[in-house]
T-cell receptor
Framework: EPEVTQTPSHQVTQMGQEVILRCVPI?????FYWYRQILGQKVEFLVS????????KSEIFDDQFSVERPDGSNFTLKIRSTKLEDSAMYFC????????????FGPGTRLTVL | KNEVEQSPQNLTAQEGEFITINCSYSVGISALHWLQQHPGGGIVSLFMLSSGKKKHGRLIATINIQEKHSSLHITASHPRDSAVYICAAAGGTSYGKLTFGQGTILTVHP
């Protein structure tokens, strides 16, 4: 069964460094998402992406964050200058259509900022 | 802004018990998702519903659009059902953005 994959599974970085989290969505899906979950808290929406542009973003998704689909398979989340509070589990998800469609989640990348 | 609340936050049951987890949301939605999160962190979609009721094995999800309320039921619970169950609302005008509840931690003892 097709699945969403994410790399790396765990990333440790120093504050101020740039990180890129990678996701490979399910191949025929058209909508892509990033969510994050700070330890012990709710999962939070970061951004949705469709047709090579951002569809919607949350207040969390400020100028330090960017997303890209550099080729036909990868979907990346970049954090330009990491802060301690960026430490969280980051989940990628994808769906065939947007509104009200089942979203398939990747296993997550645990980001630790020291 | 949609607020999604779940109850209870923690639930402990004996194997075989019938379990109900509740979810309420504050504004109209296009769909309500029920998700399962295991201790390793991975999230699995269980149901996506916009009206009525859906059943998959021992899991049943219902939604009442007028009351802005959904329930997830587990019949004949089993220790392998132990996980965090999360409801998430898909906004009516968004491209699938989900607003998540805080999750219900379910522990089923043998």
């Amino acid at each position: 069964e097709p699945e969403v994959t994410q790399t790396p599974s765990h990333q440790v970085t120093q504050m101020g460094q740039e990180v890129i989290l990678r996701c490979v969505p399910i191949s025929n899906h058209l909508y892509f998402y990033w969510y994050r979950q700070i330890l012990g808290q709710k999962v939070e929406f970061l951004v949705s992406f469709y047709n090579n542009e951002i569809s919607e973003k949350s207040e969390i998704f400020d100028d330090q964050f960017s997303v890209e689909r550099p080729d036909g398979s990868n979907f990346t989340l970049k954090i330009r200058s990491t802060k301690l509070e960026d430490s969280a589990m980051y989940f990628c998800a994808s769906s065939t259509s947007g509104m009200g469609d089942t979203q398939y989640f990747g296993p997550g990348t645990r980001l630790t900022v020291l | 802004k949609n607020e999604v609340e779940q109850s209870p936050q923690n639930l402990t049951a004996q194997e075989g018990e019938f379990i109900t987890i509740n979810c309420s949301y504050s504004v109209g939605i296009s769909a309500l998702h029920w998700l399962q999160q295991h201790p390793g962190g991975g999230i699995v979609s269980l149901f996506m519903l916009s009206s009525g009721k859906k059943k998959h094995g021992r899991l049943i999800a219902t939604i009442n659009i007028q009351e802005k309320h959904s329930s997830l039921h587990i019949t004949a619970s089993h220790p392998r059902d132990s996980a965090v169950y999360i409801c998430a609302a898909a906004g009516g005008t968004s491209y699938g953005k989900l607003t998540f509840g805080q999750g219900t931690i379910l522990t089923v003892h043998p």
